[in-house]
């Protein structure tokens, strides 16, 4: 990462590392290769750790980021 933030980075069971930087991209990595397996700007520094949590069986994950919560589903 060229920038960095304090916000913390999550990991999930599935392999998945979730984590943002101060250019406002959040991010989702394949923790055993390393790889980008997806990218969203919102639009400033994500200013939370992420949070990912389950309902009726459907994965969330949630990042604090420029004054608002945004929420994202995972993949099946």
Known sequence: MANYTESGILSTASDLVF????DGNFFA?????GERLWMVNLGGNIAGGPVTYSINGKQYVVVAGEGALFAFTLPN
């Open 19 to 22: 984590a943002g930087g101060q």
């Open 29 to 33: 990595l394949n923790a055993k290769t």
